[in-house]
């Protein structure tokens, strides 16, 4: 995964006074993404739907559902708004996979662009339902001595939503590098040691090659792995003891580590921050939105 920032990330180029960074890159490929995906998923819709028409009609129901019932019936028209924000967290999540794009919620300025969005919709339906006056007198409740308190608590929240998921995700980066460079150094050590003679890396090139032939004659696994490695490592051990790679270092233990913390930091934890990230907005949006007089915010 690329690199944390809190600000803007490397510039690229400029259009006039315009910088664009690497984030503004990214932000503008998912937008672009999503608008053209919307597009070819929302045209041409059939009675009869085909595979991909009821894959799109079963994730807006599923949206549907979760909005419902975490905000009522009453504010099904925040789907749209729910559902970009979701997508959107996601597949600037995921775009970091692509190893030259930045994912954009590793940058701050992007999560807490869209907290502040969800704190200005909260306003806003709090002052058009009790009044300004009436907002302004929320904070000096129960008691005026609160009143600093409640403005903090204010501010705090989009806060502390744009931490949270910038939090998570820098966690994640940071612990994917320290990972790396370990396993860079352990495989120059242990290169290092295989290569110091070149009897025993033709020990290991021999042993692999008749595990692996064993391995696939018996059609056993644990034949074919060890014996891949083995032999991997003999033939690397072997290049290096007879100078055959010009002192190039190869770390071979970044071969397949990576890719399967990949699977939870990039993936997983990616789902689930941007989730967690819709989760609350909502919750947040359906306090500043309750239901008419008289209805329940869960009815049908």
Known sequence: MDG????????LFTIGPIAITQTILSLIIVTATLAIAGVLLGRNLQKRPGKLQVLTEKGVSMLMNLVESTMGEHNLHWVPYIGTIFLSSLLGSLIGLTGFLRSTTADLAVVLTWAVMTSVIIWYHSIKRNGFLGWLKGFTEPI?????????????????????????????????????TA??????????????????????????????????????????????????????????????????????????????????????????????????????????????????????
């Open 183 to 300: 396993l860079a150094l352990a495989s120059n050590a242990l290169i290092g040691a295989i290569s110091g003679s070149w009897i025993l890396p033709a020990v290991l090139v021999v042993l692999g090659a008749l595990l692996l032939i064993a391995g696939i004659r018996k059609k056993k696994l644990a034949g074919k792995i060890f014996g891949t490695v083995f032999l991997v490592l003999g033939a690397l051990g072997l290049a290096t003891s007879l100078n055959l790679l010009g002192g190039v270092e190869i770390p071979i233990l970044q071969l397949g580590i990576p890719a399967a913390l990949s699977i939870y930091f990039d993936l997983f934890s990616g789902f689930v921050q941007a989730f967690v990230f819709s989760l609350l907005s909502m919750v947040y949006i359906a306090g500043a939105c309750p239901p008419p007089d008289g209805e329940s915010s869960l009815s049908k």
């Open 4 to 11: 944390i920032e809190v600000s803007g990330a490397q510039t």
């Open 144 to 180: 005026v001595v609160m009143t600093p308190m409640n403005i903090v608590s204010e501010i705090a929240q989009p806060v502390a939503m744009a931490f949270r998921h910038f939090g998570n995700v820098a966690g994640g980066s940071i612990i994917t590098m320290i990972i790396y």
